[in-house]
């Protein structure tokens, strides 16, 4: 009986499939080192981009490498939203000039002397677009028809100069009149009347040595600016007063 022939044996095939997903791999890690060296100095959003790009690619390749994550955008907004937020509170705070304060400041403490020393009715304050106002009643400061100052006059300009201290915007004093001329005046028109009235007041506010004289001066208007027409004695006694403004600082 004939012998058989065995068939020789086929060596088996090694399984070199993964060779392709390792040169992708190396592809990948090689443009991720390239672009690295490229951009020496890369801003964050360009990083976040960059990152997102590869997670993609990295993530298209998950048999291979495993899954990528990739920050979630809802998140990238909210902490863009979160910085925005912070910089334009920041800003805000850097628009409030710091001496805004010190005359509300300011204010406060003169509401509350008026009080203490029962003015409510001859002294007040207003914030206006100049700064901080101080309006006077004549009949608080002065005889009628007259620029000398009465003792509690006195003792208000030593007040108001204790408090001037803490500051260092300039200070105008304004004299104003109502539209008749004063009986028994030695004034010859209200113009001198109420210009002699400011400069009286400042310098005894003046007397204060802590004070500097180059921040104050002295105005006259009259009758020319009056707070409501000159019709009736209450409306007259309203427009006879002497105006202490605290100016805001030069924006």
């Known amino acids: 009986m004939a012998k058989k022939k065995r068939c020789p044996k086929h060596e088996e095939h090694v399984d070199e499939t993964w060779l392709i997903p390792y040169a992708d791999l190396l592809t990948l890690l090689l443009a991720l080192f390239i672009v690295l060296f490229a951009t020496s100095q890369t801003d964050k959003q360009k990083l976040m981009e960059m990152s997102k790009v590869f997670s993609i690619i990295f993530t298209s390749q998950k048999g291979v490498m495993g899954d990528a994550s990739i920050q979630p955008s809802n998140q990238k907004h909210s902490t863009d939203n979160n910085e925005k937020t912070s910089d334009q509170g920041e800003a805000s705070r850097q628009l409030i000039p710091p001496t805004q304060g010190e005359m509300a400041n300011m204010q406060k403490k003169l509401n509350q002397y008026i009080t203490m020393q029962n003015l409510p009715g001859y002294m ?3 914030m206006t677009d100049e700064g901080l106002m101080i309006t006077i009643k004549d009949i608080a400061l002065f005889p009628s028809g007259s620029s000398e100052l009465l003792p509690e006059a006195q003792k208000i300009a030593y007040d108001l100069s204790i408090m001037f201290e803490k500051s260092q915007e300039k200070v ?4 104003h009149t109502d539209d008749k001329p004063s009986e028994g005046s030695t004034y ?12 009286s007041f400042m310098k005894e506010i ?5 004070l500097n004289p180059e921040r104050f001066s002295a105005v006259s208007y009259g009758q020319y600016q009056p707070i409501v027409p000159n019709i009736t004695d209450a409306d007259r006694e309203r427009n006879r007063r002497v105006e202490i403004l605290i100016r805001k600082p030069a924006q």
Not at 172 to 175: F, L
Not at 188 to 199: H, K, M, V, Y
Not at 206 to 210: E, Q
């Open 124 to 126: 007040v304050t207003s």
């Open 188 to 199: 010859s028109s209200n113009w001198e009347l109420s210009s002699a009235r400011a400069i």
């Open 206 to 210: 003046l007397k204060n040595p802590s």
């Open 172 to 175: 105008q004093i304004a004299g």
